[in-house]
């Protein structure tokens, strides 16, 4: 089945340790986000890529970047986290403009 | 304002109640509405979009009401299963990529 694969499920790192995250779809989807999502609020919309096109949000701290290396992949990394950046990370694609189909997101713990 | 406000809830409401959600959006330039799925930490996904003379999908009925900006939920003869946040979701006017997400509300059904 064609879908949105996130690794590792479940992540914990030490404050300030670098940490990535990972995406793949066998969608062939061109647009590629990911989300940060804390305990009951709203999935937060980090940046996205259009094709190779990297599209930052604008509250989006320096802390998060972003690869992808194909259509294939994306990665999430966080170059210093703190204990607010614990939180669900979720990726999602879609093709063109249309619904979002999620990854069953990566859960990052910082001690 | 958020740019989309619901009542976070709880919502518990006995098997085979009607329940009816509402969410108002702050854009009115908005052009795309949908209602998403999230289970207890699960991804979300999508469960109906929302058109402009409003849709019915089974036991489910979503409205739009452009004048009030607001859009609405309505679930008939509800199930154990039905229980889940459903996130609210606006896509803006100048892009569809850029949808923004609800803090969600919950429902419990209760046997």
């Known amino acids: 089945d064609a879908m949105v694969i996130q690794n590792p499920r479940y992540q914990v790192t030490q404050f300030g340790k670098p940490v990535t995250l990972s995406c793949s779809q066998t969608l062939n989807h061109n647009v590629m986000y990911w989300y940060q999502q804390k305990s009951s609020q709203a999935p937060k919309l980090l940046f996205h890529y259009y094709d190779k096109d990297f599209n930052n949000e604008a509250d989006t701290p320096d802390n998060f970047q972003s690869r992808r290396p194909n259509t294939s992949f994306c990665f999430l990394d966080i170059r210093s986290p703190g204990l607010g950046d614990a939180a669900m990370y979720l990726c999602?694609?879609?093709?063109?403009?249309?619904?979002?189909?999620f990854g069953p997101g990566t859960r990052l713990l910082v001690l | 304002r958020k740019e989309v406000e619901q009542d976070p809830g709880p919502f518990n409401v006995p098997e085979g109640a009607t329940v009816a959600f509402n969410c108002t959006y702050s854009?009115?330039?908005?052009?795309?509405f949908f209602w998403y799925r999230q289970d207890c930490r699960k991804e979300p996904k999508l469960l109906m979009s929302v058109y402009s003379s409003g849709n019915e999908d089974g036991r489910f009925t979503a409205q739009l009401n452009r004048a009030s900006q607001y859009i609405s939920l309505l679930i008939r003869d509800s199930k154990l299963s039905d229980s889940a946040t459903y996130l609210c979701?606006?896509?803006?006017?100048?892009?569809?990529?850029?949808?923004?997400f609800g803090s969600g509300t919950q429902l419990t059904v209760l046997p």
């Open positions: 999602a694609t879609s093709r063109e403009e249309g619904e979002r189909n």
């Open positions: 979701v606006v896509g803006r006017s100048d892009s569809a990529r850029q949808l923004t």
């Open positions: 854009n009115s330039a908005s052009q795309s």
